[in-house]
């Protein structure tokens, strides 16, 4: 899953620690989300994009991985 928060952060000039603080959620898990090292829950997903007055799928995007065979 892919994500554009980081832009959003970045063009709204907000920190992950507003954006953890808004959400209440930690710094690290905003980062870690950002870095697709942490899936969020739907909740916090749909959180996240209330926050930015998005459609959940503007922010979100999941493509799998293709078969190398």
Known sequence: MENIISQLRKQNR???EYLANALGVSRQTIS???NGHY???LKLALKI???FKLPIEKIFTFKPKQDKN
């Open 14 to 16: 907000i920190t992950q």
């Open 32 to 34: 870690a989300i950002e």
């Open 39 to 41: 899936y969020p829950t």
């Open 49 to 51: 994009a209330q926050f």
